[in-house]
T-cell receptor, first 115, second 114 residues
């Protein structure tokens, strides 16, 4: 079975400060990992993914994520937060080695960036 | 523009009524998905389809039904057997040419009970 945990319901950060949104995962095989962002009453927008290769993945809007296999983590980061980054962020995983093609999502973390 | 269109944006259901949510995509994607979003619970998979005329149950399929008669369309019916249907429903699609392709999402349908 595959699962994802986002331990923080909400993260607060001041504009201009670095931000981190945490994600840990569990799969029986090797993971595909994704980050999505959701604005109010909208669908999810893809930010970035890890498939294989470099552990630091760069994505849209200046976001990046670091894959850590030993800690089974895939934390989302940004060096300098913007007020417009305030949204709901979801981590998702797919086990590369099982037949299930659908993603499993975490419960989401609300990011609040204060001006 | 290519994308996924969900309709209606808001839907109200009466007791004992079945309602159908529409999802259409023009991305030429093989796979399509339905998720239910409740506050604090993230997205939960209802049904998914990897090819026309085939679909599989997800984690919370009870009280829902789907069809996949065309590649572009994947409607979801919320039946009267679903006792707690109030939620935000999201449709997604992805290319199956590479299993690592991200899913693209529509803007959702918010379903409420009258």
């Amino acid at each position: 079975a595959q699962s994802v945990a986002q331990p923080e319901d909400q993260v607060n950060v001041a504009e201009g400060n670095p931000l981190t949104v945490k994600c840990t995962y569990s799969v029986s095989g090797n993971p595909y990992l994704f980050w999505y962002v959701q604005y109010p009453n909208r669908g999810l927008q893809f930010l970035l993914k890890y498939i294989t290769g470099d552990n630091l993945v760069k994505g849209s809007y200046g976001f990046e994520a670091e894959f850590n296999k030993s800690q089974t983590s895939f934390h989302l980061k940004k060096p300098s937060a913007l007020v417009s980054d305030s949204a709901l962020y979801f981590c998702a995983v797919k086990d590369m080695d099982t037949g299930r093609r659908a993603l499993t999502f975490g419960s989401g973390t609300r990011l609040q960036v204060q001006p | 523009d290519g994308g996924i269109t969900q309709s209606p944006k808001y839907l109200f259901r009466k007791e004992g009524q079945n309602v159908t949510l529409s999802c259409e995509q023009n991305l030429n994607h093989d796979a399509m998905y339905w998720y239910r979003q409740d506050p604090g619970q993230g997205l939960r998979l209802i049904y998914y389809s990897q090819i026309v005329n085939d679909f599989q149950k997800g984690d919370i399929a009870e009280g829902y039904s789907v069809s996949r008669e065309k590649k572009e369309s994947f409607p979801l019916t919320v039946t009267s057997a679903q006792k707690n249907p109030t939620a935000f429903y999201l449709c997604a699609s992805s290319s199956e040419t590479g299993v690592n392709q991200p899913q693209h999402f529509g803007d959702g349908t918010r379903l409420s009970i009258l």
